[in-house]
């Protein structure tokens, strides 16, 4: 007996301190079975406190009258599945007659509080079924990426969303992205874990960088086109938009309109051309944007109205020729002057760090996702690298991206330099750098990135 009891409290005291040091492994080891057990003890009551429960049918009812028993009791949502995750529980539901997918969302603080979980999220699969994603502890705390997260064309892991599941930007279904965000949230680290996924793929990256180029400089070999300054950066906008012509020339000559021809073989972006005659996607991606849109003098106004200009016509246009925009900055609003709302509404995609104040959060949110607001000014300090991604479905989720120094970001685009594609029109912004000496560090940093 004492030594079962010893091996219980050893049992216990491993138990705490992996739930203080390792959550994750608690979760996997201990933590999903307690969680399990909890859910299916407590359903049926957690379900009729929280109001999720249908009044039994009136045949019931007449039923226990006439027989002389004693009212049925209310009816609870039906358990479809149950499936445990790295990060919690899937909780698969079928829904009574007269319920709804909202009574479910407005009740998912109560069920969090109920089920002892970290985080409760709610969606509608279809008609009458709705899934509970449960969290069994914060996600967002240490950041763990999957070692082989899911990817595919033009669509890359960046970030854990709160649910646990993996936070994907795909730019073939939002095609431009604003990412906003103070000094010290993370916004940098940000861009720093996209422009690493997007190395591995076929693609090529452009980049424009005011601050004398500190930020994306030292990631050059992976980039096709690099702008340091406004003036440059006016140029480079100019040839990506005659580049962008030059596409859509080539689209309008393989569209293929002849009477004869299938329907499924017209295209009218670069996606449906033959793999031959596709021309490279390029990512536009713009660090702090003010720097763009502030000027003093009348030439910079001038300068100015022509990089916005570019900006707004490669924000409409763009889409169908293969080229997507990444806009940062710390503020965008009305104040950088005309033609700044005309591009933030053609940005489908917001990211918000943290910001100082609810303005900021507005310009980001506030057309889109008002609800989103009021969460993007509640990110704390000690969580850099945590934001607010929402669409113009007005939907939006929490997510951390990991953290990356920029020496691993570097040996990652090092690694990856061969697949940085020629663009006849943007040679003349091609970063010159020396010859690339094979170092053990870029030999080795093609491991996925985590944190």
């Known amino acids: 007996m004492t030594a079962l009891w010893v091996t219980l409290a050893l049992v216990a005291t491993v138990a705490l301190l992996l739930r203080w040091q390792r959550p994750a492994w608690y979760w996997m080891s201990f933590g999903i079975l307690f969680a399990v057990v909890r859910v299916l003890v407590r359903y049926s009551s957690v379900m009729d406190a929280c109001g999720l429960t249908v009044p039994p049918p009136r045949w019931r009812l007449a039923l226990a009258r006439m027989a002389g028993?004693?009212?049925?009791?209310?009816?609870?949502?039906?358990?479809?599945?149950?499936?445990?995750?790295?990060?919690?529980?899937?909780?698969?539901?079928?829904?009574?007659?007269?319920?709804?997918?909202?009574?479910?969302?407005?009740?998912?603080?109560?069920?969090?509080?109920?089920?002892?979980?970290?985080?409760?999220?709610?969606?509608?699969?279809?008609?009458?079924?709705?899934?509970?994603r449960m969290t069994g502890y914060d996600v967002l705390k240490r950041v763990q990426m999957p070692a082989r997260p899911d990817g595919g064309v033009m669509r890359v892991p960046v970030a854990i969303r709160e649910d646990g599941e993996v936070y994907y930007r795909d730019y073939r279904q939002v095609p431009?992205?604003?990412?906003?965000?103070?000094?010290?949230?993370?916004?940098?680290?940000?861009?720093?874990?996209?422009?690493?996924?997007?190395?591995?793929l076929d693609v090529a990256l452009v980049g424009i960088d005011c601050k004398q180029g500190v930020e994306l400089a030292p990631l050059a070999r992976r980039f096709s086109a690099l702008a340091d300054n406004p003036d440059s950066?006016?140029?480079?906008?100019?040839?990506?938009?005659?580049?962008?012509?030059?596409?859509?020339?080539?689209?309008?000559?393989?569209?293929?309109?002849?009477?004869d021809t299938p329907d499924a073989e017209i295209t009218a972006d670069i996606w449906d051309l033959p793999d031959g005659l596709r021309p490279t996607p390029i990512v536009l991606m713009v660090d702090e944007v003010a720097e763009l849109a502030l000027f003093?003098?009348?030439?910079?106004?001038?300068?100015?109205?022509?990089?916005?200009?570019?900006?707004?016509?490669?924000?409409?246009?763009?889409?169908?020729?293969?080229?997507?925009?990444?806009?940062?900055?710390?503020?965008?609003?009305?104040?950088?002057?005309?033609?700044?709302?005309?591009?933030?509404?053609?940005?489908?995609?917001?990211?918000?760090?943290?910001?100082?104040d609810e303005t900021s959060a507005n310009m980001?949110?506030?057309?889109?996702?008002?609800?989103?607001?009021?969460?993007t000014v509640q990110i704390p300090t000690d969580r850099p690298g945590t934001a607010?991604?929402?669409?113009?479905?007005?939907?939006?989720?929490?997510?951390?991206?990991?953290?990356?120094?920029?020496?691993?970001?570097?040996?990652?685009?090092?690694?990856?330099?061969?697949?940085?594609?020629?663009?006849?029109?943007?040679?003349?912004?091609?970063?010159?750098?020396?010859?690339?000496?094979?170092?053990?560090?870029?030999?080795?940093?093609?491991?996925?990135?985590?944190?």
């Open 176 to 200: 431009h992205a604003l990412n906003v965000g103070a000094t010290q949230s993370g916004k940098s680290v940000y861009q720093r874990n996209l422009v690493t996924a997007l190395a591995r």
């Open 296 to 356: 003093a003098t009348k030439d910079e106004e001038k300068r100015r109205d022509r990089i916005i200009t570019a900006l707004v016509r490669l924000a409409q246009l763009g889409r169908a020729a293969g080229v997507y925009l990444e806009i940062c900055g710390q503020r965008f609003g009305s104040e950088l002057g005309k033609g700044i709302t005309m591009l933030r509404a053609q940005l489908t995609g917001r990211t918000a760090h943290r910001v100082n």
């Open 233 to 259: 950066a006016a140029d480079l906008l100019d040839s990506l938009v005659e580049h962008m012509q030059d596409v859509y020339q080539l689209i309008r000559r393989e569209q293929r309109l002849s009477a």
């Open 69 to 132: 028993r004693p009212v049925p009791d209310s009816r609870v949502p039906r358990i479809l599945r149950l499936r445990p995750t790295r990060t919690g529980l899937v909780l698969r539901v079928k829904l009574r007659p007269g319920q709804d997918a909202f009574d479910f969302s407005a009740a998912s603080d109560r069920l969090r509080h109920s089920f002892v979980m970290r985080n409760v999220t709610t969606r509608e699969i279809r008609s009458g079924v709705v899934e509970l």
């Open 388 to 451: 607010v991604v929402g669409d113009s479905s007005g939907g939006w989720v929490r997510i951390r991206t990991p953290h990356l120094t920029l020496r691993r970001a570097v040996n990652l685009c090092n690694a990856h330099a061969s697949r940085t594609p020629e663009i006849p029109a943007l040679d003349a912004f091609r970063p010159v750098l020396p010859s690339l000496a094979k170092t053990p560090a870029a030999a080795t940093s093609t491991v996925p990135v985590t944190a």
């Open 364 to 375: 980001a949110f506030g057309d889109i996702a008002p609800d989103a607001v009021l969460a």
